[in-house]
């Protein structure tokens, strides 16, 4: 894999590629108990929070997929550049949700970035991870923090058809990930919040409390 050095610093000048940002929203949220898109973060939803924050740090659309309760999400899924699409087969697992909305990107597509509604990033994160694929012209793009994998993931329109045929049976992106993991542009970052998830209400309240949020 080839790597940059340690970034630090704000977001720099805008991406000279089209990127578009696939937002996953569609899961049951069974672990948190009320759906994640619709949590507070930062004074308005997590959902609105995180379009917002992509849009900021340079992705040129931002198609939000959704499932479960896809009716009372839907609404707040606003403004210019983007659009959501409904996934029926969700209950099925993340990966018919990245195939769902990589199937719905413009076809000015240059780059796919990839990422979960309950990983909130920053725009610096976002601009950096797309500042750094666009520089370098890499095929995948992977932020890490002190050795780890983080998110938000792109990878090449060239890479669309893989990414369409991922299954749960297959580890979804991993599959294309571990294919071209000679490839993958490592990006080492000092933020911690490339690796934040949460899936229960006290990682989510603890979240919360970490990032002032």
């Given at each position: 894999m080839s790597t940059r050095d340690e970034i630090d610093g704000g977001a720099s000048a805008p991406p000279t590629q089209f990127v578009s940002a696939i937002l996953t929203a569609a899961g049951q949220s069974t672990r948190m108990g009320s759906p994640k898109p619709l949590l507070s973060w930062r004074g308005t939803t997590l959902?609105?929070?995180?379009?917002?924050?992509?849009?900021?740090?340079?992705?040129?659309?931002?198609?939000?997929v959704l499932g479960h309760r896809s009716e009372d999400i839907a609404p707040h899924v606003k403004g210019a550049n983007v659009r959501y699409v409904v996934n029926p087969r969700y209950i099925?697992?993340?990966?018919?949700?990245?195939?769902c909305g990589?199937?719905?990107?413009?076809?000015l597509c240059e780059?796919?970035?990839l990422l979960a509604?309950?990983?909130?990033?920053?725009?610096?994160?976002?601009?950096?991870?797309?500042?750094?694929?666009?520089?370098?012209?890499?095929?995948?793009?992977?932020?890490r923090h002190e050795g780890?994998?983080?998110?938000?993931?792109?990878?090449?329109?060239?890479l669309k058809p893989e990414l369409m045929r991922i299954t749960e049976e297959r580890q979804g992106i991993r599959e294309v990930f571990d294919r071209h993991r000679d490839s993958v542009l490592e990006l080492p970052l000092n933020d911690p919040m490339i690796r934040l998830?949460?899936?229960t209400p006290d990682e989510y309240e603890a979240a919360r409390r970490q990032y002032e949020a």
């Open positions: 959902l609105e929070y995180q379009v917002s924050c992509l849009l900021e740090g340079g992705a040129s659309e931002v198609i939000v099925e697992g993340r990966s018919t949700s990245v195939v990589v199937d719905a990107v413009s076809p780059a796919i970035m509604v309950d990983q909130p990033r920053t725009p610096e994160i976002v601009a950096r991870v797309i500042d750094s694929h666009a520089a370098n012209d890499a095929l995948v793009t992977s932020p780890h994998g983080g998110h938000p993931l792109v990878f090449a329109a060239s998830d949460f899936n």
